[in-house]
């Protein structure tokens, strides 16, 4: 199976600050790397398809992208409403595997 | 409005079964590959399953392959997961999950609202 190793683990960062999550995949997988939102009680939400392409209804503030097996998202001047966990997925082949999650949490 | 409404879950023994079903709506559903992913209390998700959209093409994460079996009815709009020989680490909220149809990036688009399965004796 393809390994995803995201860094770091948590991540403490205040409103209107600009952050990075990293996503190393074990292997080569294109640009099969998707990103997703999670809060608390809830189910994921897709920020980022393709390594890079934002999904519909999500703001311009996040954006990825990609170098080699190296992926980020970039969430440029966080919200409150962006304080939460971040996941990777790739997708390049079955079983899709995500990372361990990133924990966004307030200065 | 694209909905996915799980059911089926609920409290079993270990070493026991289960069968998850998840009503879909508000889509063409024999047009949609899906998913079944799960999450244990506090941990990260794992995509347990998926399947194309005619049914004919399945995969299973390592840890639930042979245990598992995802299948659909197109022509009731409902996915299944049929579990069996459950154990303590299946313990999870499970997902029904639809993957993005306008592109090839296999990510996923909606959600359920998740249904809790609970393996205890």
């Known amino acids: 199976d393809i390994q995803m190793t995201q860094s770091p683990s948590s991540l403490s960062a205040s409103v209107g600050d600009r952050v990075t999550i990293t996503c190393r995949a074990s292997?080569?997988?294109?640009?099969?790397l998707n990103w997703y939102q999670q809060k608390p009680g809830k189910a994921p939400k897709l920020l980022i398809y393709?390594?890079?392409s934002l999904q519909s209804g999500v703001p311009s503030r996040f954006s990825g992208s990609a170098s080699g097996t190296d992926f980020t998202l970039t969430i440029s001047g966080l919200q409150p409403e962006d304080f939460a966990t971040y996941y990777c997925?790739?997708?390049?082949?079955?079983?899709?595997?995500f990372g361990q999650g990133t924990k966004l949490e307030i200065k | 409005e694209v909905q996915l409404v799980e059911s089926g879950g609920g409290l079993v023994q270990p070493g026991g079964s289960l069968r998850l079903s998840c009503a879909a709506s508000?889509?063409?559903?024999?047009?949609?590959?899906m998913y079944w992913v799960r999450q244990a209390p506090g941990q990260g998700l794992e995509c347990v399953s998926g399947?194309?959209?005619?049914?004919?093409?399945?995969n299973y994460a390592n840890s639930v392959k042979g245990r598992f079996t995802i299948s659909r009815d197109n022509s009731k709009n409902t996915l299944y997961l049929q579990m069996v020989s459950l154990r303590a680490e299946d313990m999870a909220v499970y997902y029904c999950?639809?993957?993005?149809?306008?592109?090839?990036?296999?990510?996923?688009?909606?959600w359920g609202q998740g249904i809790l399965v609970t393996v205890s004796s």
């Open positions: 399947i194309s959209s005619n049914g004919g093409s399945t």
């Open positions: 997925q790739q997708t390049y082949t079955t079983p899709r595997t």
């Open positions: 393709n390594a890079s």
């Open positions: 999950a639809r993957e993005l149809g306008y592109s090839s990036s296999h990510a996923v688009d909606y």
């Open positions: 508000g889509f063409t559903f024999s047009t949609y590959a």
């Open positions: 292997q080569s997988i294109s640009s099969y």
